[in-house]
T-cell receptor
Framework: SQQGEEDPQALSIQEGENATMNCSYK?????LQWYRQNSGRGLVHLIL?????REKHSGRLRVTLDTSKKSSSLLITASRAADTASYFC??????????FGTGTRLQVTL | DGGITQSPKYLFRKEGQNVTLSCEQN?????MYWYRQDPGQGLRLIYY???????QKGDIAEGYSVSREKKESFPLTVTSAQKNPTAFYLC????????????????FGSGTRLTVV
């Protein structure tokens, strides 16, 4: 399956702390994408990292990709209450479209 | 501003009734998608379309139908054959050449919550 599997399923941290969530996959990929979903809303695209890239940054977000281990991580630094959401990885593999994982639910408390 | 509009936000369906969910985009994207999301679950692909007048089944197409008569519009009909339609439905669109729809990020609408009453 090309579906990514996020770990942990749920994460609770305090404001100001860093949050790290991981995505593992089983097949070869062309790219891997991360999305955020606030409760009851649509998904928002955060970052796309291609298979020949190892790290990308966007503001407080850092994404790494290790194709040898078939895994990616999303780091949110200095978390805020507004970062509370579910985070999904999506695999851009050999199929014609993206395949989404089941998500990590992040809770940032004051 | 460009984006995707889904309507209605909430929809209630009686047993045996067909209902249609609307999805419109003004991003000039070629590809459009319908996903279903159940509570605490990930997204499952229902149908997708890479060009006008063409669409493909996703992983859970049974009980659903779509049309793509205009580039901007991709309505989803939930038919009476779908036995468990209560879910959150998300429409998305993207650029991307045919056969490589993973090449760009997807833009999502805000969803339609369908409930069977």
């Amino acid at each position: 399956s090309q579906q990514g599997e996020e770990d942990p399923q749920a994460l609770s941290i305090q404001e100001g702390e860093n949050a790290t969530m991981n995505c593992s996959y089983k097949t070869s990929i062309n790219n891997l994408q991360w999305y955020r979903q606030n409760s009851g809303r649509g998904l928002v695209h955060l970052i796309l990292i291609r298979s020949n890239e190892r790290e990308k940054h966007s503001g407080r977000l850092r994404v790494t990709l290790d194709t040898s281990k078939k895994s990616s991580s999303l780091l949110i630094t200095a978390s805020r209450a507004a970062d509370t959401a579910s985070y999904f990885c999506a695999i851009g593999g050999t199929a014609s479209k993206l395949t989404f994982g089941t998500g990590t639910r992040l809770q940032v408390t004051l | 501003d460009g984006g995707i509009t889904q309507s209605p936000k909430y929809l209630f369906r009686k047993e045996g009734q067909n209902v249609t969910l609307s999805c419109e985009q003004n991003l000039n994207h070629d590809a459009m998608y319908w996903y279903r999301q159940d509570p605490g679950q990930g997204l499952r692909l229902i149908y997708y379309s890479q060009i006008v007048n063409d669409f493909q089944k996703g992983d859970i197409a049974e009980g659903y139908s779509v049309s793509r008569e205009k580039k901007e519009s991709f309505p989803l009909t939930v038919t009476s054959a779908q036995k468990n339609p209560t879910a959150f439905y998300l429409c998305a669109s993207s650029k991307g050449p045919q056969g490589a729809l993973w090449n760009y990020g997807y833009t999502f609408g805000s969803g339609t919550r369908l409930t069977v009453v």
